[in-house]
């Protein structure tokens, strides 16, 4: 009546625990800048400006009402930059674009740093100025440090100053502002729970 089974119980067991609130945005962060120093940063931005709701949909006038309480305020707020991310990073996009265009000696700079970088990737690995020899790592603390004085020459702090501010601003208004009910439901009902509190 009792017969022996064998089951085989080889393996690993990998024991991974959902992060929620700030660690998972702290655990996302980390994973963007891995990206970027694996050269995908190209490729991840697209994957993210490609992921943005409609514009339609974002600039719906009907859709913006003041929030009831604070603590609706900080679920709207909150679900609005999940739900709308790419369109917000496309209008930080939008507005560095046009201090770009609208700074000229900003845009010469820029343009000189880019240049620069490229020639310098290219170029060979250590370099000889008179007795001294400079090894790649030093080539790029050289050209940081001229890149960040030529940007500083053009009034590239003011600019990122207004790029920062302004992005602030528009995000944070229409996060606060916008009916954050009138989007579709989520896929975790439990992160942003749009409860009546009375």
């Given at each position: 009546?009792?017969?022996?089974?064998?089951?085989?119980?080889?393996?690993?067991?990998?024991?991974?625990?959902?992060?929620?609130?700030?660690?998972?945005?702290?655990?996302?962060?980390?994973?963007?800048?891995?990206?970027?120093?694996?050269g995908a940063a190209p490729a991840l931005l697209m994957g993210v400006i490609a992921s943005r709701r409609p514009w339609t949909q974002?600039?719906?006038?009907?859709?913006?009402?003041?929030?009831?309480?604070?603590?609706?305020?900080?679920?709207?707020?909150?679900?609005?930059?999940?739900?709308?991310?790419?369109?917000?990073?496309?209008?930080?996009?939008?507005?560095?674009?046009?201090?770009?265009?609208?700074?000229?000696?900003?845009?010469?700079?820029?343009?000189?740093?880019f240049f620069g970088y490229r020639k310098l990737t290219s170029g060979p690995n250590t370099w000889k100025i008179g007795s001294w020899?400079?090894?790649?790592?030093?080539?790029?603390?050289?050209?940081?440090?001229?890149?960040?004085?030529?940007?500083?020459?053009?009034?590239?702090?003011?600019?990122?100053?207004?790029?920062?501010?302004?992005?602030?601003?528009?995000?944070?208004?229409?996060?606060?502002?916008?009916?954050?009910?009138?989007?579709?439901?989520?896929?975790?009902?439990?992160?942003?729970?749009?409860?009546?509190?009375?």
């Amino acid at each position: 009546m009792s017969e022996n089974v064998n089951i085989d119980l080889s393996g690993e067991i990998s024991a991974t625990t959902e992060k929620k609130g700030f660690q998972k945005y702290v655990n996302d962060m980390e994973l963007i800048v891995q990206h970027v120093r694996s050269g995908a940063a190209p490729a991840l931005l697209m994957g993210v400006i490609a992921s943005r709701r409609p514009w339609t949909q974002f600039v719906a006038t009907d859709n913006f009402k003041v929030p009831a309480s604070i603590p609706r305020l900080s679920r709207r707020f909150y679900r609005n930059i999940e739900y709308f991310q790419a369109n917000y990073l496309v209008v930080f996009l939008g507005l560095f674009a046009y201090c770009l265009v609208t700074s000229p000696l900003l845009l010469i700079a820029m343009v000189a740093s880019f240049f620069g970088y490229r020639k310098l990737t290219s170029g060979p690995n250590t370099w000889k100025i008179g007795s001294w020899e400079l090894t790649k790592t030093q080539q790029y603390g050289v050209a940081a440090a001229g890149s960040m004085a030529l940007c500083w020459l053009a009034g590239a702090g003011a600019v990122l100053f207004w790029v920062l501010g302004a992005t602030v601003t528009v995000v944070a208004l229409h996060a606060s502002f916008f009916d954050a009910e009138t989007l579709p439901p989520s896929d975790d009902p439990e992160q942003f729970p749009m409860v009546e509190q009375v």
